[in-house]
Each structure stands twice: as C-alpha cells, then as structure tokens.
C-alpha cells in the first residue's frame, strides 16, 4: 500500500471586521486562556520565487461541514469537501476532483485512534494504541507523549532506548525546544531539532540543524516567522532557508490565515478536567 500524507488544515478562526482588525492591527494585549478552535475563513499562499499566489476559501455549509474552494491564476473552482467535530478538529476531507478521502477517527475533541485513506482505490490505514493515561500513543510516527492541549511533550527513541523531552512553556502551550537524537562521529548524541525563540505574540521557529565535526549544532538552514492571535491561533507564517549557517536567508514563501471570531466550536477544556477526575 502506498504511504499517505494527509491533508491537514491549522484550525483557527476568523471575526467580525473589527476584530479581525483588532488582531492584524499588532493590538495584542496577550493570550486568551480559552482552548477552543474556530471557523477559519481563508489561507493565502504567496511563493516569492515564482511570483504566484493561491487562495482557499472556506464556504460553509453548515456549522461543521464547508467546502474549500482554491483559486489558481484567477480560476477558482472546488477542491475539498471538509467535516469537522463539534470541537474544531476536521475528521473527513474528500477531493472534488478525483474523489480520494481521508477519514479519521478521534476521541476526546483532538486525540487520533485511525487514520484511513482511500487514494486511487488503495487503502491505507494508520492505527494508534493509546495507554491508560490517555496522553501516550504509539502510531505512525513512534511511540510520544502529548500534553493536554496536543503538543508533543516527549518521544521515545528506540536507538538509545529511553524518552526524548521536548522544552513547553509553563502554561503548556508554546513549544520552547524539540529534541531528537542523531549520529555523528560514531556516537548517538541529542540535539536541538527546532528552538522556538518567542518575543509576545511572534516566534522565530529554527528548523533543519546543521551539526558540525566537533557535534555541536552551528546552526539552522530553515525557518519561520508565525504570528498567533490571542487564542494561539496562526495569522502569518513567513518561510526562509539558506544553503549553511553564512549564507543570507532566503524569504521564499507567506501563508495568511483569516477566520471567524464570532462563530467559535465547542471548548474542550472541560474533557481534560473530567478525565483528570476519573484517574
């Protein structure tokens, strides 16, 4: 069976005008307690390096079912079909142009148990077995641990056989550092894989390090500059990679996200409480 790469949106949301403005005016006055996910409207997509923009749109049918529409070169026509829980988090996604789907099944708002794809009448499944506690799973990627708001608090490494903890701000929901072990020099040694350097609402992400002869990291080819809004929710992203640590970064590629404030899903915060009491 072929490996399949689902399509996967970052699920925010938009506002009413004025709040819209709000939040794209650089008014931030800190984030929100509120862990919920909301409509989103539109994500544009600008690539620098070829002088070409794409734009979906999100149509929505109903309050949880909408069909994004994508305009390429000024031709816009349907391209996915989407349904969301009633938590925010999409679940079943089918291309207009060739029918393909992927469906998921979720418990507890956001937590995956199967993934399966039908492309070109192949079928994949993805499974995840998760533990008693309810926030280790093992599934397509290994076995990690995941705190309640979703980020990937640790990884086991099967080549030096013990866990990998990542760096969470103390609130749980900014990542700080990701780790991962890699060889060099004959030895299994653990590095910096991404650092998120955060300054308010904006975080520089620093990807794809450059490990030198004496396995210290000297640097990054890749990174991101996102801005959230005060719900944690993804505005902008600006993308830029450079061939070592001397050469000048590269700005390549922008995705803009907008979404509907006004029309938010339902809050998830209670599940974790309610699962914290029956444990």
Known sequence: MKQIIPFLFILVCCTETNVLHTERGNNFDGFHGHFMQQRLLSTTLTDYLTDTSILQEWEWESWR???????????????????????????????????????????????????????NNDTTLVSYNWESDQLTATGPNGKEK??????????????????????????????????????????????????????????????????????????????????????????????FNRENENSDWIHYQKITTEYDYSHPFKGIKSIWFALKISY
């Open 65 to 119: 079912n909408a069909t994004v529409f994508r305009t390429v070169d000024g031709i816009r026509n349907p391209f996915k079909h989407l349904i969301y829980n009633e938590y925010g988090y999409l679940f079943y996604e089918k291309d207009y142009y060739d029918g393909n789907y992927c469906e998921k099944q979720l418990f507890d708002a956001w937590k995956p148990l199967s993934t399966i794809c039908v492309i």
């Open 146 to 239: 995941y705190n309640r708001y979703g980020l990937i608090s640790a990884k086991y490494d099967n080549h030096i056989a013990t866990w990998i903890y990542n760096d969470i701000s103390s609130n749980g929901r900014r990542l700080l550092i990701v780790r991962e072990s890699v060889d060099c020099n004959g030895d299994r040694i653990i590095i910096h894989k991404n650092k998120w350097n955060w300054s308010s609402n904006i975080v520089e992400v620093l990807a794809d390090p450059i490990v030198n002869d004496s396995c210290i990291v000297s640097g990054y080819r890749s990174k991101m500059i996102t801005e959230y809004d005060r719900y944690y929710h993804v505005l902008n992203t600006d993308y």
